[in-house]
């Protein structure tokens, strides 16, 4: 950004901060979780219950979308991804490394709304949600969800679905096969050796082919015996 447009922008914010009140809350009074637009640069908060917006550079954000023309959530989530760590030190899931962001747009009957979030390993959250009048100058940000309440670093706002969207599966784990373990195979018994000094069992003969066991067939009933003949 040249030094020309920064001032301009400086110039914009300035008048911003003195026009331009606060969004009043149902009761009429001005909401207070809602932070115009200023460049006063207060000192960031700190401590574990410190909004999660102050992690992120949220002035610098909305001169993206107001001088850089990036007014869609698809091109300001783009421009803030490119360089990691430029925009946001966010880092929930405590591996080092900037969390990524994503942009989604909020409806508001006033002007424009982004929704900035934070997507670590362990979810999505909501850190801010950046206002912007019909002709997208920066009006201001909440610390969280619009009219809601603040996001943290120690309790950060998941991500609410919205409404008529499909429910989220739960991921289908896979089960293993079961294993059936194979029947062993059949081992025949080998031939038992008989000791060392014990009889020798002898083995019975087989039959001869065509008789019955030791018995000896009949003659028949009337059949006269037949003698033998002498040489």
């Avoid at 610390?143 to 609410?160: E, I, Q």
């Avoid at 289908?172 to 031939?191: K, N």
């Amino acid at each position: 950004m040249s030094e020309s447009t920064a001032r301009s922008a400086a110039l914009v914010l300035a008048a911003l901060a003195v026009a331009c009140g606060k969004p009043v809350d149902p009761s009429g009074k001005e909401d207070a979780t809602f932070t115009k637009a200023s460049m006063a640069g207060a000192p960031a908060p700190s401590g574990e219950d410190r909004p999660l917006s102050a992690e992120l550079a949220v002035e610098p954000v909305s001169m993206l979308v107001t001088f850089n023309r990036l007014k869609t959530a698809d091109k300001l989530q783009e421009a803030l991804n490119k360089k990691p760590g430029q925009f946001s030190h966010i880092d929930l899931d405590k591996d080092t490394n900037p969390d990524p962001l994503t942009v989604a747009d909020r409806a508001t009957k006033d002007g424009h709304a982004f929704e900035i979030r934070v997507r670590p390993a362990t979810g999505e959250f909501v850190v801010a949600t950046m206002l912007f009048d019909p002709e997208w100058s920066y009006l201001g940000h909440y610390d969280g969800v619009m009219g809601g309440a603040a996001s943290t670093t120690a309790r950060p706002l998941p991500v609410a679905p919205q409404p008529g969207a499909p429910p989220v599966a739960p991921p289908v784990v896979a089960t293993p096969p079961a294993v059936v373990p194979s029947a062993a195979p059949t081992q025949v018994a080998a031939p038992v050796a008989p000791a060392p000094g014990a009889p020798a069992i002898a083995e019975a003969p087989a039959p001869a082919p065509g008789v019955a066991g030791a018995v000896q067939a009949a003659p028949a009933a009337g059949a006269q015996p037949v003698t033998p003949t002498k040489p």
